[in-house]
């Protein structure tokens, strides 16, 4: 693998914490591709239990994109039930972004992201309260739903 510029990187699917992205690559002088700061191969990793057998190299772009999967399937678990306080909690640290405000429902987006584009967002239908992490364009109407059918549901 020949890069000139941090166009590669190591993804690592297990990783407990963060992104899975682990480092940045360069090429090496002897033309392996180490770690940006520390000068490691992704073996010598793999080796130290630094990361999982599972992680690789790989552009960028690809890595991104699998970043925000992981974030996505971590951070977007449905509708939480709150209580009003809670919701109006949410609603006042900051001033709300996209505030949609209908007869029988409210919602609002909390404007500071969780991670890359997922987003709190804060839905009130009737007297039901709810708290939502999905990406910054959903529509109002289908966090709407997605707690109505939440509603739906045994506890």
């Not at 239990?49 to 992981?70: K, N």
């Not at 951070?75 to 405000?101: D, H, I, K, N, Y």
């Not at 890359?116 to 529509?139: H, K, M």
Request: with cysteine.
């Amino acid at each position: 693998m020949n890069i000139d510029s941090l166009e590669y990187c190591i993804f690592d699917p297990s990783a407990k914490v963060g992104t899975g992205i682990f480092d940045f690559m360069r090429p090496a002088e002897d033309g392996s591709l180490v770690t940006l700061i520390r000068g490691l191969t992704l073996e010598a990793l793999k080796a130290s239990g630094q990361v999982s057998p599972e992680a690789s190299v790989c552009p960028w772009e690809e890595a991104a994109a699998l970043s925000r999967c992981r974030a996505r399937q971590r951070l977007c678990q449905g509708p939480q039930r709150v209580t009003r306080e809670r919701w109006l909690e949410s609603f006042e640290v900051l001033f709300p972004a996209r505030w949609e405000q209908a007869e029988d429902y409210e919602v609002f987006m909390v404007p500071e992201c969780i991670t890359d584009s997922i987003y709190c967002f804060g839905v009130r239908i009737d007297e039901d309260y709810f708290l939502i992490n999905e990406e910054a364009l959903t529509p109002a109407k289908v966090l709407v739903q997605q707690c109505k059918v939440s509603m739906e549901k045994p506890q």
